[in-house]
């Protein structure tokens, strides 16, 4: 399997910190990125996420590791990684005064795009993200969802093989979310490799074929959805439903060495009542984020909530 | 790479200009301020009119090239677009190069709108037309390094324009517009000789009036010298910034 991100010890390290100390925003990470994969990086506000893409975009100088992205060395050739990758930041900041199709073109030369193949490939991608409606319309005056999908057009508008969304559909509805999700499962089944950064954990959980939790700068786990959910389960669990005479219901969970162990055992404790249910219970994400992290999902988005508004008013 | 660095800079001037520069109240601001000033001072003396058309052509060329300029960083810095615009294959300094020829393309162009209107009342007799060119070019380049500077080194926009002003106003009244540097007390001169608007009025009279190009060829290497540590320290300071 080709790669398309590889990293080794990674560190970025910012001189002035809080309290004017030193901060590590990302320190010694390594992780590897397969072609066509679409790979999560999930972590709590300032666990070095955004950091991480930013030196891996080019935007910031790490300050020691290596990296090679689409097999060139990020030291040395970050122009060229600059060429074939698209990135879509966490604020949709295309130009408000040109119109959507006028900010695809100059996507298109700034990646010098060839002028023949330019409006097509906005029409194009303007009728991709059902925007062709509002073409001459200048970009200030799109929707939230409509700007968050242009600036994703905007980005995949040189056709890049690799592509790095930070939160993209954070602050959606859940009609634009949708469709932008449904834009990125597409995207991965034509072969784009996709670095995608997160708050919705059922999102990540939804698209991701690997996933990364990064802490305090940290890497602590990269797995499959599976494979991360198998580390925090030491044993199959079974939640049983039941309800006496009087139809009044209780659930009760309980372990056992495999499944069918754990069935019987539930159905033992039924003691002539009705079964009403009897499910498997796996770990979400989210229970391994917690676990991982020590912070609810709910924490989380709220935490991102507040920053948004801050945001807004500073 | 090299080539990249080009097409970015052409376009990102293209951008800058449709989005932000022609529009009706920038070319107002830009043509009315200098004759505004020039007008209260030829009201004052009315026989010194011809004598201000260096500083006029000057000041059009400052503040045509830095008001927008600084704020265009600014305002793009602060929503991000700036930073976008690096995401391409665009490296910092052909970023800022875009951002200097906007804000130079559209200093100039005012500035032209205004020498034709100086030739029309005063006629085109005893000019020295290249070095004319040189000035004009070399002063925009100064001046318009000079405001990517200033919005590199602050966070809002306000605060742009007022460091803009801060070092515009002071450098109009120093800079040899009104009154002659070597008229100045001594103290004076020696500030008005750190201002790059000085020798924009220096090497615009050199072509205008005196017509000698000797006179304008030590006020033009000083322009570009203004130009290439304004440009490298704007560079700098971004990169860091940025970072």
Known sequence: MNTAIEVWQLTKVYPQGKASQPLRAVDSIDFTVHEGEVFGFLGPNGAGKTTTIRMLTGLSRPTSGRARVLGFDLASDVTRIKKRIGVVPEASNLYDELSAFDNLIFAMQLYGVPRSERAARARDLLARFGLSEKRDIPFAKLSRGMKRALTIAAALAHRPPLVFLDEPT??????????????????RDEGVTIFLTTHYLEEAERLCDRIAIIVEG????LDTVDGLKATIQ??????????DASNAIETRRIEGNDVATAVRAALDQADGRRVLAINTIRPTLEDVFVRLTGLSAEVM???????????AGG | MLADDLRGVFYIVLKDLRAYYFKPPNISWGLLF??????AFAIRNPGDVRDLVPGLLALTVLFGTSSMEAIVIVFERRIGSLERLLLAPVRLPALLAGKLLGGMVFGLTVTLAVLVIVLIVFGG???HWPLLILSLLLSAAAFSALGAFVSVVVKEVFEAQTLANFIRFPMMFLGGVFVPVASMPPALQIIARALPLTYSVEALRAALV????????????????FTVVLFALAVRVLAQRLD
Do not use: C, W
């Open chain 2, 34 to 39: 200098p004759f505004a000033f020039v007008l």
């Open chain 1, 218 to 221: 940290r890497i602590v786990a």
């Open chain 1, 301 to 311: 988005l709220a935490e991102k909530a507040g920053r948004g508004q801050a945001n």
């Open chain 2, 125 to 127: 007799d005893g000019i």
């Open chain 2, 210 to 225: 005196d017509s000698s190009p000797a006179n304008g060829v030590l006020d033009l290497v000083a322009l570009a010298a």
């Open chain 1, 170 to 187: 954070t602050g959606l509805d859940v009609m634009s979310a949708r469709n932008l999700r449904r834009m990125i499962a597409r995207l």
């Open chain 1, 234 to 243: 030491e044993a199959p669990v079974v939640e049983v439903t039941l309800a």
